[in-house]
C-alpha cells in the first residue's frame, strides 16, 4: 500500500480504501478522521439527454441461441449470451457533475459471451452465513493484519476491521473520497458499519464487507465463479443495446425508481432523503428485476467481478478489430491513479451512488477495487457456466 497516492485524486470509486486501511494501520494515535475540507462549488448538470437505442455508437444486441440446460440450479437465471456493444459513451459522461465517468469505459467495443447461469440476487447474509458455517471460513477483514502486510504500523494499530461509509457533519467537496470512509475496527460482514451494528432481521439482505478473495471463495464452496466484466455487462443490458440504465433510457420511468441509489445532498449525514424506499441498503429483490429476470444489477451494493481492472482495457481489446469472444480481463491489474494497487473490477454502483458523485448505476460504466478491500457496500453475485 502506498500512501503516497493519497494525493493522486480524481479517484471516483472506493478504489483507493486500501489507503484508509493502510493510513490508520500507521497513525500513531489510531485515528482515521481525515481533515474535511471546505466545500468548493461543484458543477452541476441538469436533466440527462436522451439516449435512443439507434445510436450509432451502439449496434444491436443479437442473443445467442444456446437454450437453458434442462437441469436449473435454484436461485439463477438463464443468460442465453450472444454478441453485444459494450461499454459507455459520451451520454453518460454528462450525467454525472464530477467528469470523467466513463474514461475507462470507452471504447464501445462488440464482445461475444457463451450462454451461462447467474444469481438472480446479490449473494445475501443468509446464504453466505451457511458457507461460514459449514467451512468456518474467515473473511479478509475478521483477520487481524500482518506486520509483513503493513511493515511501518505500529503493532497496536495492527486491528482487524474494514471501510465503513462515514457521513460528513458538513459540507465537503467530493473530490477527495477519504473524506467519507473510514476504517473501523471490528467491522465484518457480521457487523457491517462496526461493532456496534449486526445483521439480525437481515437475512436477505446483501452481504457486505467482503474482500475479492471472500467471494471468489464462496463462489468455489457453491461450485460456481464470479462472472467476468463482460458476461456481467451482458446480463446487466437484459438483450438491449445502448441503453444508459439496466432497465432503459430514462432514470425515472413513470416516476417510479428502479434501484437503491442517493436521493439528496451527498455525502450528508442525513443527506438522503431515501425517495427510492431506502436509506441505506436494501434487501433484494425490491425492484422491478431486468429482462432476463436480474434484481438489483444497478445500485444497492457494488459487486466483484473475476477481472483485473485496467483503464485501458477496452482500448486494447477495440485496437484489435475483431469481436472480442469471452475476454477474461486483463492479465495484470493496472489503475493509473493508484498503480501500486491491485485490483479487480467491480460493478453495479450502490445505495451511495448519486448524479452528484459516481453515478456508476449506469450500466455501462466501470468502477474497481483493491482486492483485500472490503466495504460497507461492497459485495457480489456468481455465475455458473454450462461446462
Ligand atoms: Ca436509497
Redesign the pocket.
Known sequence: MNRALLSAGGVLSLAGAAFVLALWLSAPDSTTQIAKQPLTKTPRNTTPPPRSRDTPLFSPTLPGTSSAPETHPGGMVWIPGGEFSMGSDDAGESICSLPGITQDAIPIHRVRVDGFWMDECEVTNRQFAKFVEATGYVTVAERKPTQEEFPTAPPENLIAGSTVFTPATQPVALNNHFQWWQYVPGATWQHPTGPESNIHGRDEYPVVQVAWEDADNFARWAGKRLPTEAEWEFAARGGHAGELYVWGADFLPDGTYQA????GQFPMQDG?T?L????GP?PVRQYAPNTYGLYDMAGNVWEWTGDWYRHDYYKSLAALQNIAINPQGPAESYDPAEPGERKRVQRGGS?LCTDQYCTRYLVGTRGKGEVRTASNHLGFRCVKPVN
Open positions: 437503491n441509489t442517493w436521493q438522503d431515501g427510492d424506499g431506502f436509506v436494501a445505495f
